[in-house]
């Protein structure tokens, strides 16, 4: 496999970036002054500060968004108590034995909750809405009277609606930090293809500063660029040991069928036999 610089993990573009950067610092502080070189000193602060703050941005919206399942958990176990109290009490009103509101009851059971407490597991969201037609019907002019009739406490209603205010106001939430956690991501692409581009450009620039015959500058290119060339290395190591690993896996099974179908030489006693007159 071929080895390059989008090869380097994100972390480790980050701390070659951070030793580039003191070594061009270090330079340009010893002198002589060389703007074309330093002039990578700014560039790679900034690719140092576009590397860290997805990771940083990263870390607070999973917090964040960690934080928020938990509250969303337990606002949502709030909504399915009252859907099941309210369904309950309108499912015991509808099956009692006698009473006036029996029909009524049911008629209204039927239509608020057509499928009982089928939905009380369901996602959040497809959850919220059910609940959310369930109260529409429950206050709806058609039905008012029966609920008043059998005495559903209007407190109860306004508690489910206000638990699932809460539970949609903190579900757009988690949105909101799962849109930004993608956009942290996408902005530590960005960043990463920035410090090849950066490392490129500064090699080649770093490669035609000197003549071959100038042994000392040459040293301190190489220098300079050590801790992107130190690091290009171990990956090619690491890639040439780990081709060598696939073929010394591949020999074994190689040698096992050319076993299997080689011709098999006669027993030399059994073909001494064969010789001897009958």
């Known amino acids: 496999m071929a080895v390059n610089m989008s090869n380097i993990p994100r ?4 701390e070659i970036a951070q030793k580039l950067r ?3 610092a270090d ?15 700014p560039e790679l602060d900034a690719v140092l500060l576009a590397l860290t703050a997805p990771i940083t941005g990263n870390i607070l919206a999973d917090t964040q968004r960690t934080a928020l399942l938990a509250k969303l958990d337990a606002i949502d176990c709030e909504v399915d ?9 309108i499912d015991i009103e509808a099956h009692r034995r006698v009473g006036p509101n029996v029909v009524s009851a049911l008629a209204l059971q039927k239509a608020a909750f057509p499928d009982g407490l089928a939905h009380v597991d369901d996602p959040i969201p497809a959850e919220n809405r059910v609940c959310r037609e369930a109260l529409t019907v429950l206050r709806s002019e058609d039905y008012a009277p029966t609920v008043a009739a059998i005495g559903l406490p209007a407190d109860w209603l306004k508690s489910w609606e206000a638990w699932l205010d809460q539970s949609e106001t903190v579900y757009g939430e988690i949105e909101h930090a799962r849109t930004a956690r993608k956009t942290h991501v996408s902005a530590g692409q960005d960043a990463e293809g920035d410090f090849v581009e950066i490392c490129v450009r500064l090699r080649r620039y770093v490669g ?7 042994k000392a500058r040459v040293a301190e290119g190489k220098v300079l660029l050590a801790p992107l060339l130190d690091e290009m290395a171990k990956l090619r190591a690491l890639a040439a040991a780990r081709a060598t690993h696939r073929e010394n896996e591949k020999k074994p099974a190689t040698a096992a069928v050319a ?8 027993d030399a006693t059994a073909a001494a036999g064969e010789d001897q007159p009958r």
């Not at 108590?81 to 009490?89: A, F, G, K, M």
């Open 11 to 14: 972390a480790e573009k980050r």
């Open 22 to 24: 003191t070594k061009l």
């Open 27 to 41: 330079r340009a502080a010893a002198g002589p002054a060389e703007p074309a070189l330093d002039a990578y000193i």
């Open 81 to 89: 108590t009252r859907y099941r109290h309210v369904e309950s009490y």
């Open 208 to 214: 035609s500063r000197a003549k071959s015959s100038d």
């Open 259 to 266: 076993a299997a179908v080689a011709p098999v030489a006669p």
